[in-house]
């Protein structure tokens, strides 16, 4: 089910990582860029907008140390936010994805509230099928490491959160693991095996834990 979200802006804390257009373009679905016009008509997202139709919302970065995207209308008033630092549009639906809950959402208005649903595993590897999915919960409790077998030569993996923790900002770090990161926190692209830090400025704390990747 949708979860329903008022249209408020709601302030959300965080930096962004560095957006490289190299890097979003070797993801296959191209993130809406800011100025972006898009529509919602008959439960269809668009970005095919007739310019007299004055029923079309356009992207925007918001400002100050936030770093998600809001939707205005044409008169420049706010009218939703996604949360997200990544939106496409794929067969009539809109995605977003947020570097703070490494979460894949679907959005649609019901009336004049947005809905938001979070996608399951089976919707995200259905979306990104040359990715092996690897969930918070696949990590130990004990030391919250994962051992991994590496895949090929670019083994690529997206880190999916399916817990209630949030990642403000968590980076990675890593002692001969050969990886690169793409704009979307959760996505790597590993070369070479070695370990993987993602953590919270290096803390192992309860309510900052570390998550250690071992790819062998």
């Known amino acids: 089910m949708f979860k329903k979200l008022f249209l408020i802006l ?17 993801i296959q679905y191209k993130n809406l860029k800011e100025g972006t016009m898009v529509s919602y008509i008959d ?14 919302f356009t ?3 918001s400002a100050g140390t936030g770093s998600y995207s809001e939707f205005y209308n044409p008169e420049g ?37 947005l809905e938001q649903r979070e996608l399951s595993q089976d919707e ?12 918070i919960s696949d990590f130990a409790a004990s030391t919250n490491s994962l051992k991994i077998k590496k895949h090929g030569r670019n083994f690529k993996i997206i880190l ?3 817990t209630d923790r949030y990642f403000y900002n968590y980076s990675y770090s890593s002692n001969n693991a050969k990886f690169k990161t793409y704009p979307l926190k959760g996505f ?8 993987i830090q993602f953590s919270h400025f290096g803390d192992n704390t ?7 990747l071992l790819v062998r």
């Open 206 to 212: 309860k309510n900052f834990p570390w998550f250690i």
């Open 160 to 162: 999916l959160n399916d």
């Open 124 to 135: 995200v590897q259905e979306l990104f099928k040359n990715y092996e999915i690897i969930k």
């Open 188 to 195: 790597l692209c590993i070369t070479k095996k070695g370990m």
């Open 59 to 61: 992207k925007k970065i």
């Open 10 to 26: 709601m302030i959300s804390l965080g930096l962004a990582l560095p957006a490289l257009a190299s890097e979003m373009e070797s």
């Open 43 to 56: 439960g269809v997202w668009t970005t095919k907008i007739n310019k007299s139709d004055s029923n079309y």
């Open 77 to 113: 008033a706010f009218v939703f936010s996604t949360g997200c630092q990544y939106e496409f549009i794929l067969d009539g639906k809109l995605y977003g994805y947020s570097n703070y809950d490494l979460k894949f959402y679907e959005f649609a208005f019901n009336e004049d509230i």
